[in-house]
């Protein structure tokens, strides 16, 4: 289980969260809702330690995450997040294995041979095998898309982060990518999405919003 406890972030003078509370507890999928700018990212971000907060707690199975430790941090980042961002954040001259690998250079957790073994099976179940060797700059938006979920789930994380997955996707692709967050959470992972797109809210467990710097439950 994720627990935030009375987070408070403030970009200079602006409020984004002021003493909020957020839980995620594991095999669920929990939705971030609202309107463009009401901080889903910035929560994201704090929970994937890529912001700090100003005040407040973070705990993961009952153990406090030291966020402002960077080496700590770093190391649950890399052990136990998956990250999928809104932009993909892919590199464009790198191939699509290579940019599945990524994770892989920063994390002891498996050696070349096992991660180039994982990237190429997660690539044939995600139909990108024969693109393995195509620089991202050639290849399509879905394809990318792909690319950024693989390379999230390349070392098995525990908790998996989606920031607007859905966005522009046709019925088939969205169907695809749901189906997917309902198996992970099915593996006991947490699944946690941001997202303004309505059609996702059926498969949420939780689901929050932000009310005056809050997040509801609802
Ligand atoms: N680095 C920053 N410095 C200053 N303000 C920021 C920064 N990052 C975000 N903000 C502001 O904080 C607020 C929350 O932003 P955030 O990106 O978390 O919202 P969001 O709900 O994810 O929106 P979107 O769906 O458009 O990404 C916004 O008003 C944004 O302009």
Do not use: C
């Not at 289980?1 to 969260?17: D, S, T």
């Not at 009401?38 to 907060?53: E, H, R, V």
């Amino acid at each position: 289980m994720i627990e935030l406890k009375r987070i408070q972030k403030l970009y200079k003078e602006k409020k984004v969260f002021l003493s909020t509370n957020f839980k995620a507890e594991s095999g669920e999928i929990v939705v971030l809702t609202g309107k463009s700018g009401i901080g889903k990212t910035t929560l994201l971000d704090m929970i994937a330690g890529i912001k700090q907060f100003d005040e407040g707690e973070y705990f993961y199975q009952g153990q406090m995450i030291l966020t402002k430790n960077d080496s700590q941090m770093s190391k649950f980042r890399n052990d136990k997040i998956g990250y999928i961002l809104q932009d993909f954040a892919l590199i464009d001259d790198y191939t699509v294995l290579e940019n599945i690998l990524l994770p892989s250079f920063y994390n002891e957790k498996m050696d070349k041979s096992q991660a180039e073994n994982k990237a190429k099976s997660l690539a044939e179940r995600f139909d990108l095998r024969e693109i393995l060797d195509k620089k991202v700059k050639n290849i399509s938006g879905g394809q990318k898309q792909r690319v950024a979920i693989i390379r999230s789930l390349l070392l098995d994380p525990k908790i998996i982060l989606a920031d607007e997955p859905t966005t522009n996707l046709d019925a088939d692709n969205f169907s695809f990518i749901v189906e997917l967050f309902k198996k992970l959470s099915k593996q006991g992972k947490i699944v946690i999405i941001a997202s303004h797109d309505e059609r996702i809210w059926a498969i949420a467990d939780r689901k929050y919003s932000v009310e005056n710097y809050k997040l509801v439950e609802n």
